[in-house]
């Protein structure tokens, strides 16, 4: 199956030069959110779409003609390395049985915090990789999620769970807790409490680490069906594919309520916590009174000050 998606870190010296290379061989110029530059091309095997972000910084090549490029560009005169096809021998863990797991909404005043878990084994990570499953963080798209999480949902043998922390009682747990990482931690062990009673084999689970591990380790230590769990957490998660079949849904379950509730209420609820969220926060307790903000938003934001 041909791979239509692929993402990888390069070096920031590495940024113009890629720049270059892809001017020299005719791509086309644009802007895109959240990216260094963007560019692409069409010619008679398809399009093909390369844009490199900042954060990492990292390229993400989309499109049919994402295999050439990667094969005969960006691995031999950027990354120095043949990698497509080669993931399980420069990434051997990732095709081991393990959950991984990642949440969304997290910085954004308007909606629920989702946490999400996916199981997958050496046949699973196979199939999501070929199918350009990747870290929702970099797709913009809405629909482009959807299609993602509805793969994720129906590749033979994966286990998945979802647990989404409506504003309300996100804002009580909060409370309860006292910081965000202490909920983060009881959330992402449920999650990987429910995928084990599900995948009881699984030994170990990998999330993004967000907190110390003590904290998640001991939130777990709840979790009766995950005492036999080997607990693995580090920076950039997502780069490991149980972890982005996570976070896809995740994002997809927190973009569907942002998108239910803005209709049922009539006002649009944007993303982050920015000055149009403060403005959409205005007019939504002007439409619907003050006590509606408790049921759309999290109050501990320093945005709810400003309503």
């Known amino acids: 199956m041909a791979t239509n ?41 398809g399009a093909t779409n390369v844009t490199v972000y900042a954060k ?16 005969f560009i960006l691995e031999p005169e950027i990354i120095g390395e043949a990698r497509m096809g080669n993931e399980e021998i420069l990434m051997p863990e990732m095709f081991e049985p393990h959950f991984g797991v990642d949440e969304s909404g997290k910085g954004d ?4 915090l989702v946490v999400a878990g996916v199981y997958v084994n050496k046949e699973i990570s196979r199939e999501l990789l070929e199918k350009g499953v990747m870290d929702s963080k970099r797709i913009s798209s809405a629909a482009k999620i959807k299609k993602l999480a ?17 504003p309300e009682k ?12 202490r909920l983060l931690a009881w959330g992402h062990a449920r999650v990987i409490g429910s995928l084990a009673e599900k995948v009881p084999s699984c030994p170990s689970a990998l999330s993004d680490q967000f907190a110390r591990k003590e904290l998640l380790e001991g939130m777990l230590k709840r979790e009766e069906s995950a005492q036999h769990i080997e607990l693995n957490q580090r920076t950039k998660g997502e780069s490991d594919v149980a972890v982005a079949a996570a976070s896809i849904l995740a994002r997809e379950a927190f973009v569907s309520w942002i998108e239910r509730g803005s209709e049922a209420g009539g006002v649009t609820m944007p993303l982050g916590a920015g ?11 002007q439409k619907h009174g003050v006590e509606m903000l408790d049921k759309v938003a999290k109050m501990h934001f320093k945005t709810a000050n400003l309503i």
């Open 275 to 285: 000055d149009n969220v403060v403005e959409a926060a205005k007019l939504m307790k």
């Open 56 to 71: 990492g910084p990292k390229v993400l090549v989309q499109g049919k003609g994402t295999e050439d490029f990667v094969k």
């Open 5 to 45: 998606s692929y993402t990888s870190k390069i070096e920031k010296a590495d940024v113009e030069k890629l720049r270059i290379i892809c001017e020299e061989r005719g791509f086309e110029f644009g802007e895109k959110q959240w990216a260094i530059w963007h560019a692409k091309k069409k010619d008679s095997s």
């Open 170 to 181: 996100y804002n009580e747990l909060y409370h309860k807790f006292g910081n965000l990482n």
């Open 109 to 112: 005043f308007f909606g629920p």
């Open 150 to 166: 509805k793969i994720v949902r129906e590749i033979k043998g994966v286990a998945w769970e979802v647990i989404l922390f409506k």
